[in-house]
């Protein structure tokens, strides 16, 4: 028997254990009482605790901020996708090992340039190019899947061959995608980051921040076909040209309803672990208008007790407001023959919202006490734009845009 036939036969042995495995989970039922704070179930946390623990949050330094809780990540982030009000910052820009959350950009990037229905060819170098014993699905060389459950396995079982195989399909080899993923991520505002592969395997320049990476998952979660992924609970890939058996995908996010960890209010995210990364972890939590973002990095047994406490810290402490607005008159740079297009035959231009603001801010506070900082943006695409952007003693929790009502239509102008 060749040892290419022993492979193969290995892989299927394993795949075997897992789906067992993954069975016996869908069947357990996690029986637990609330403890009034949204988790259903303890979450583990170190004894003795980490030294990280006794770091107190940046945004605790905010006059009348709400002190944080204390978290084992070295480095945490807590978003409100709708305002990108940041509630709570820790050590944010400290550039650390991401691990499988890298799994998102891949993920929103083949959700970007791939159709669900394309086929996933599994090459050797995909199967073959990934560390002996980790997370994995046990695809063969040339092993057909769709670009759907190429997609599953990656962000529910964290395969990293699939993720390779999801590089080259969208960009014809791995290092074309890693490319990409940087371009992308400069795109989304990403200041401090540096991937150097799609699954987030160890690699000493592969690295970004618990700021970066919440961009990067608030852009992913805009992107209505990565929701699909990542909020999936379970998922089966069917017998394919290679493998005789249904793989059962789970998610592996244990907050989700029904898992050990439950947490009300929680839909979905990304896990993540390696030695030199710890436990890194996504969460997106929805409790009615509100979409918080936790990003943890540098975390122990998880990140969930961390997770529990800053979503706890989000929900309960904070509140997202709609402003009144009104249109503004803004002074803008125009040519002499435009002048007397303006609204008031001078150089004032109105600008009008197309939607509502929203600002999320501690519980309770005035809305009046928070500073509006204007500026006035060109549009190559239309007319002007005026961004409004609202602080609450420094710290920006909303922020609008408006339109320059189309009084010089066709005309260009510098703000």
Known sequence: MSKNH??????KFLCGILTTSLLLAQSYTVLAESNGNGALS??????????????????????????????????????????????YSKNADEKLYPASITKILTTLLACEN??????VVVSQEAAYGIEPGSSSIYADTGEIFTVQQALMAVMLESANEMSLAIAETVSGSVKKFVEL???RARQIGCTNTHFNNPNGLPDETHVTTANDMAKIAKAAWFNPLFRKFTTKDVFEIPPTNKFSETRY??????????????????VGGKTGYTTAAGNTLVTYAKRDDTILLVVVMGTVNGGWSDTAALLDYGFNSFERVKLSTGNDSVSVQALPSEKYLLTDGGSACPF?????????????????????????????????????????????VGWGVQYEREILSGLVRTP
Do not use: F
């Not at 791939?114 to 086929?119: I, Q």
């Not at 506070?365 to 005026?386: I, M, V």
């Open 6 to 11: 022993v492979s193969i036969l290995l892989k």
């Open 42 to 87: 303890p979450t583990p946390t170190p004894d003795p605790h980490t030294e990280a623990y006794y770091q107190p949050a940046d945004t605790d330094s905010i006059s009348g901020w709400p002190q944080g809780p204390q978290v084992e990540a070295r480095s945490a982030v807590v978003m409100d996708v709708y305002t990108d009000s940041i509630l």
């Open 114 to 119: 791939l159709e669900m229905k394309d086929k």
């Open 181 to 183: 993923m940087n371009e």
């Open 249 to 266: 995908l789970l998610n592996h996010h244990k907050m989700m309803e029904g898992r050990d960890y439950a947490y009300d209010g929680v």
């Open 352 to 396: 009008y919202y197309t939607r509502g603001v929203y600002v999320t801010v501690p519980a309770g506070t005035d809305l009046n006490t928070l500073e509006k900082r204007q500026s006035l943006c060109s549009n190559a695409a239309g007319p002007l734009l005026l961004e409004s952007k609202y602080y609450y003693n420094s710290q920006m």
